[in-house]
C-alpha cells in the first residue's frame, strides 16, 4: 500500500522520539558508569532505562560502537524490561567492540565475557552464577555465608555470534564464533563450536552452519 502525509509525519515524529531518548539515556549511562570507575569506548549508545553495578572499578568493560536498546521505540520485539548489568564479588563483565544487545540481563560473579559484533536479541538473559545455594541446608545460612556455597563458571560468546530472542545462558557456557543461539533456547554448561546452530531446552547443537561439517 502507498505511504500517506500522514504515515510520513508519523514516522518522522517517531524518529524525533526514538533519537532524543538515545541521547538522554546515553547521557545517564556514561555518568552512571563514569562514577562507578567503568567508562565505555566511543560511539556507546543506550535508549530507555539502563541499570549498571559495577561491584569494583572496571568490572564493566564495555567497548567502542556498543549500543543497548531498552525502549519500545527503539526495538519493537517485546521487550519486558530494563537493560541491567550487575557484577558481583570478583565478577567481570566484557563488552567487545561493536555488540550490542536489548533488554538484555547480565549478572557475574566470575567473567562474562562477549565477543566482538555480537547480536543480544530481546531480553536475552546471561548469568555465570546460581544466584543462591543450590543445597537447601546452605540456604539457611546467613547471606554472606550462603554466597561461598554459590557455584560459579566463566561464560564466553565468540565474535559475530547471534542470540536470539528470550535466550537464557547459564554457567560455564563456551559459544565459538559465528554460532547462533535459537531464540527461547536454554543453554547451559558446554563448549559449542564455531558456525553451529544451537537450539532447545535443554539446548543441543541442532546442526552445523557449514555443510560440511
Known amino acids: 500500500m502507498k505511504r500517506t502525509w500522514r504515515n510520513i509525519l508519523y514516522s518522522a515524529w517517531d524518529f524525533a522520539w526514538i533519537y532524543s531518548g538515545i541521547a538522554i539515556s546515553t547521557l545517564l549511562s556514561r555518568l552512571s558508569l563514569a562514577i562507578q570507575g567503568c567508562a565505555p569506548g566511543e560511539g556507546f549508545r543506550t535508549s530507555g532505562r539502563c541499570s549498571f553495578k559495577a561491584r569494583r572499578e572496571g568490572s564493566l568493560h564495555i567497548g567502542k560502537g556498543v549500543s543497548l536498546l531498552a525502549d519500545w521505540r527503539s526495538n519493537r520485539a517485546g521487550l519486558t524490561n530494563p537493560v541491567l548489568l550487575e557484577t ?3 565478577g567481570v563483565i566484557v563488552f567487545g567492540d561493536n555488540s550490542g544487545g536489548s533488554a538484555v540481563v ?3 560473579r566470575k567473567s562474562v565475557s562477549v565477543g566482538e559484533r555480537v547480536c543480544l536479541g530481546a ?4 548469568f555465570d552464577h546460581d544466584f543462591h545455594a543450590i543445597d537447601p541446608t546452605h540456604r539457611q545460612l546467613d547471606r554472606n555465608q550462603q554466597e561461598e556455597h554459590v557455584r560459579s563458571e566463566a561464560i564466553s560468546i565468540g565474535n559475530d555470534a547471534f542470540v536470539g530472542a528470550n535466550a537464557i545462558i547459564l554457567k560455564g557456557v563456551v559459544i565459538g564464533d559465528r554460532s547462533i543461539v535459537a531464540a527461547g533456547s536454554v543453554v547451559f554448561r558446554g563448549n ?3 558456525d553451529c546452530i544451537i537450539s532447545g531446552n535443554p539446548a543441543t547443537i541442532s546442526r552445523s552452519k557449514n555443510p560440511s561439517k
Open 88 to 90: 558481583l564479588g570478583n
Open 106 to 108: 547480565i549478572s557475574s
Open 123 to 126: 531480553n536475552v538473559r546471561i
Open 192 to 194: 559449542y563450536p564455531s
